[in-house]
């Protein structure tokens, strides 16, 4: 296919058309509202389930409902709607049926604004619904990359049966690059032996259902997903890397963060300083063994992120003060600029802070004395 | 000489599987679950028919059909019957819900359902509490009436008036068929009966939003003999929720049972 100039939002809804979505529930929220708006024109035209819902909370319990029956589903929102959706989520994991999850963020908590962050990461990785499960997060830093990403949860969600989210900032979402989209794949249901599609005379009945009144069977359901998960670290671990082969310093960020980190590095590259950059691309599973190897080879990490220093937990555990881990982070709805990443590249070069320093509050200070 | 074939009065319907009720003795639970299996099984439609069960009393609804079923977040049923029924439309799909998974968390998403006119059939208990987690008050208890958080009975100055349902949901467009029937004696179930196979029929048919209320006993939860709940339903329940018609549209007007 030849690349064409597509906006972040409309290219999800496109690739996921061509992965095979069948069913798109969603509701109005910047900045991912394009989803929605482009699949309204695009489902009904294929035939294929568009539903407007009344809330997210609607919109999740429909994806939930659709997936249950085996088909390709998915919905989007923005932090708050994406709030709305956690009590779907939990259950959809404990249910153990695939569904796939954009998350276009914004700045928050809160209302917050409808500017680009990397707000929900926590929520993403960490938590967000009750209950013990883990889930899959793709974080790409291009349209391209979004375009291949969701393309991939689809296989990814039912592989594992298993949430997808796809987290974005609003700038991915919302810029527009060339791109090539994949060829469009005629829709293909699969014949799931858990699906509940009615009996039609063929078979037992089917229960999915996230109820599990007996400890001890719930405990078996939470082993057995974390089992599953097991094997999405082995086999599912996706990140970029730039730079890495000598470098002393190396970045960590993820999606935009990630891609204006890259800009700062090739231009302390010109300057002669030794720093590459690893990019998670699944942000869960998380790169951990990737890291760990080159704890060995940096002198220091800077992790870099659109929000508070989420990512940064995960990097510092990984780590393990074995080197130092500085930060530099831009939250509230925030793009930094390639020279403020610079900037900290270039500090971190001349004087490393100690590696017993709280990497957020000295950033915290930092930033406490500049704005 | 009669055979027992020809002597029968009585048996498990087929769409029911074998399974000891959970339901508490008296509970008209139990009656609304046979009526809907009844009607699966006399329009044939058990095969394609797919569940969703509520939380509440009915959380096991899907123990005792033999169908497919799933099982929804607290209120969320017609959102998830949405799902299920728009990515597949030939199958018959419904959600069997309490007053406080419908009226109360669930309000949102019954409405709009509603609205939207999807093809299912909603059946709708309305037992007056929260049966399950101890007979709190619902939006359906009566005004003075006595539940476990409403001690002095419902004082609708602080606790608001009860909703009513049907009446509320037969002002939309998108429903075909919306009625009220009760549980309490013989009669009246077999008017709830011949309701709950319109509704089917009204899905069936592509003829829009179906659902029917069903007046309901909780005797553990009023504190009361089964015969009294059932006394309480026909002297109380009735007056505050008239049983009737309250949407039936053209069309299926026409449909002959
Ligand atoms: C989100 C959420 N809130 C609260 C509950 C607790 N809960 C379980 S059942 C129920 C009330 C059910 O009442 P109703 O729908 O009237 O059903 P009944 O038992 O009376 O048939 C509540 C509040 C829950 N399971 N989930
Ligand atoms: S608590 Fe009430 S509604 Fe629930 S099974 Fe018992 S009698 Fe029926
Ligand atoms: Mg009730």
Redesign the interface.
Same mark, same amino acid.
């Given at each position: 296919m030849p690349k064409e100039l597509w906006k972040g939002n409309e290219a999800i809804a496109e690739a996921a058309v061509r992965a095979g979505l069948e069913a798109y529930f969603g509701y109005p929220i910047t900045p991912q509202t394009e989803v929605l708006e482009y699949l309204s024109r695009r489902m009904p035209e294929l035939g294929r389930a568009f539903v407007q819902a009344e809330s997210e909370l609607g919109a999740v319990n429909m994806v939930y409902g659709a997936a249950c029956t085996g088909v390709r589903v998915m919905s989007s929102s923005s932090s708050p709607g994406v709030s709305l959706m956690m009590e779907g989520l939990s259950y959809i994991a404990g249910t153990e049926v695939p569904a796939v999850l954009v998350n276009v963020m914004r700045g928050g908590p809160g209302l917050g604004n409808i500017a680009p962050a990397q707000s929900d990461y926590n929520q993403a990785v960490h938590g967000g619904g009750h209950g013990d499960y883990p889930r899959i997060v793709l974080a790409p830093a291009s349209v391209q990359e979004a375009i291949d990403l969701t393309v991939l949860s689809f296989d990814l969600a039912e592989k594992y049966r298993m949430i997808t989210m796809l987290i974005l900032d609003g700038a991915i979402g919302q810029m527009m690059e060339p791109a090539e989209m994949p060829e469009m794949k005629p829709v293909h249901r699969q014949d799931f032996d858990w699906a509940t599609n009615a009996t039609m005379g063929k078979r037992e009945r089917r229960l999915l259902t996230s109820i599990y009144l007996n400890p001890l069977d719930e405990e078996q359901t939470n082993l057995r997903l974390l089992n599953r998960w097991k094997e999405v670290q082995a086999n599912e671990v996706r990140y970029k890397e730039y730079f890495i082969d000598d470098a002393e310093i190396v970045i960590v960020g993820f999606g935009t963060a990630g891609r204006v980190a890259l800009s700062a590095v090739r231009t302390a590259r010109e300057q002669g300083i030794k720093v590459g950059l690893l990019r998670p691309i699944t942000v869960s599973p998380f790169p951990t063994e990737r890291l760990s190897q080159l704890t060995g080879q940096a002198r220091a990490f800077l992790v870099t992120e659109m929000n508070m220093g989420q990512m940064l937990d995960d990097v510092q555990l990984t780590v393990r003060g074995r080197v130092p881990v500085e930060f530099y982070g831009r939250p509230g709805g925030v793009v930094p600029f390639p020279d403020e990443i610079l900037n900290e590249i270039k500090r971190i070069n001349s004087a490393p802070t100690a590696g017993h320093t709280d990497a957020r509050d000295a950033w915290l200070t930092r930033m406490t004395a500049q704005v | 000489m009669t055979t027992p074939a020809n002597n029968l009065v009585y048996e498990r319907p087929e769409a029911f599987t074998e399974t000891p009720t959970h339901y508490c003795p008296g509970c008209t639970h139990g009656v609304a679950h046979r009526l809907v299996a009844e009607v699966l099984e006399e329009m044939n439609i058990t095969?394609?028919?797919?569940g969703?069960?509520p939380v509440g009393c009915a959380?096991f609804a899907?123990n005792y059909?033999?169908?497919?079923?799933? @099982?929804?977040?607290h209120g969320?049923a017609p959102?998830?019957?949405?799902?299920?029924?728009?990515?597949?439309p030939d199958?018959?799909v419904f959600t069997y819900q309490g007053d406080g998974d419908l009226a109360s968390i669930g309000m949102? @998403?019954i409405?709009?359902a509603a609205a939207?006119g999807e093809n299912l059939t909603v059946i709708f208990i309305n037992n007056a509490n929260f049966g399950m987690t101890g007979g709190q008050m619902a939006p359906t208890t009566l005004p003075g009436m006595k539940t476990s958080s409403s001690q002095n009975g419902r004082d609708v100055e602080t606790q608001g008036y009860p909703i009513k349902v049907s009446e509320m949901l037969s002002t939309l467009e998108g429903v075909g068929y919306c009625v009220r029937r009760s549980l309490h004696d013989p009669k009246n179930i077999r008017l709830a009966k011949k309701a709950i196979r319109t509704a089917f029929e009204t899905q069936v048919r592509g003829l829009g939003f179906s659902m029917v209320e069903l007046l309901s006993t909780c005797p553990t939860n009023w504190g009361m003999t089964p015969v009294n709940s059932l006394k309480f339903v026909e002297e109380h329940m009735i007056p505050a929720y008239p049983l009737g018609d309250y949407k039936i549209s053209d069309a299926i007007k026409q449909i002959k049972i």
């Open positions: - | 095969d394609k028919t797919i969703v069960a959380v899907y059909f033999d169908v497919d079923f799933v @099982e929804a977040p969320r959102a998830m019957a949405t799902g299920v029924k728009r990515v597949l199958r018959v949102g @998403e409405v709009h939207r």
